[in-house]
């Protein structure tokens, strides 16, 4: 037999077979994709819309568990943001309790070790913030005049002395600096950015100068870090100044700079033991009526008073400032986001 006979037959033979092959083939398609269009029209005829979730958008979705999220809605009202920092924070605040807590819950309700982790992510709604933070004068004061506010044609001076420890003898502007630095630190353990007007005592950035920091680094917030004094050395406590309506016309600014002192006041004075002195309202703050953004002028406790000067100079009184504040900015963003 030659190879010119043999070749043709084969090819036919194959086509043939081809054929009935691809017949078959194509009913079993047909039949399958019936099978499967029956099985999906059954199982989205379940009221479940996972696309309509559009308050859903802006974070992460937590798993494909619909029940359990709408039940970690709940718990959390809304108020934490989801993200991917998956970092420990290095301070045990309030929320970090709540969210264990709920924690336990979800694994108690036997859902799936996945949530668990998902639901430490949301933890840190401090992850996407810019912080910017002022460690309020600097070690030679500058007495040169500046511009109140950008619409006033009053001066004031461009960056005062500040107070000094009754007993210690500290500097308030070092004080501020060494809250201001462990500020910084547990901040960035959080996942926030952090930006400081100043990381040493020798500078010279007059008021004004340093809430353009806070504008120009388009900072969420600006938190100016201060200690008081008085001729009183009774007089104890924290305080903290936000900017009045007298040059600031931006009207959710004054809002948010009052959200946020209600917020750090509540758990400063709750952490530290320290005695509540309010919030107040000041027209006559350079560093206020230049910021384009929310600020405050947090008043650690008086450096005039014998007990409060030398707990200001405690490495652990500085860690709950330091707690009080962050705990207070995560509360304040939460609120925010609502
Ligand atoms: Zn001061």
Not at 46 to 72: G, R
Request: aromatic share 6%.
């Amino acid at each position: 037999m030659s190879m010119k006979n043999t070749m043709p037959n084969l090819l036919n033979s194959l086509k043939t077979s081809h054929k009935l092959f691809f017949v078959g083939l194509i009913f079993i398609v047909i039949a399958l994709g019936s099978l499967l269009f029956l099985v999906s029209q059954k199982s989205t005829s379940e009221p479940l819309k996972v696309s309509d979730n559009s308050h859903i958008e802006t974070k992460e979705v937590i798993s494909k568990k619909e029940t359990s999220e709408v039940c970690l809605e709940q718990v959390f009202e809304s108020h934490v943001t989801f993200n991917d920092n998956n970092e420990e924070t290095g301070v045990p605040s309030e929320d970090t309790q709540k969210i264990n807590h709920v924690n336990e819950e979800i694994s108690e309700s036997d859902l799936d070790g996945e949530i668990e982790g998902d639901v430490k992510d949301k933890a840190h709604i401090l992850a996407d913030k810019i912080i910017c933070i002022d460690p309020g004068h600097q070690e030679v004061a500058n007495f040169e005049q500046e511009l109140i506010a950008p619409s006033s044609d009053q001066y004031k001076i461009k960056c005062s002395g500040g107070t000094q420890g009754i007993i210690t003898g500290v500097p308030e502007y070092e004080l501020n600096l060494q809250v201001a630095l462990l500020l910084r630190s547990e901040l960035e353990n959080n996942g926030a950015t952090v930006v400081l007007t100043r990381e040493e005592a020798a500078v010279n950035i007059s008021n004004i100068e340093r809430a353009e920091i806070a504008n120009n680094n388009e900072s969420h917030i600006f938190v100016r870090l201060h200690a008081d004094g008085s001729s009183n050395a009774a007089v104890n406590g924290i305080s903290i100044l936000v900017p009045s309506n007298k040059f600031i016309h931006d009207e959710q600014l004054l809002i948010d700079s009052n959200r946020a002192a209600n917020c750090i006041l509540e758990r400063l004075t709750d952490v530290t033991g320290a005695k509540n002195n309010g919030i107040i309202e000041r027209g006559d703050i350079s560093g206020f009526n230049w910021s384009n953004v929310p600020v405050v002028l947090v008043e650690m406790g008086f450096m005039t008073n014998n007990d409060e000067d030398q707990l200001l100079n405690t490495p652990e009184y500085q860690e709950k400032i330091a707690v009080g504040i962050i705990s207070g900015l995560e509360d304040y963003f939460k609120n925010v986001e609502e």
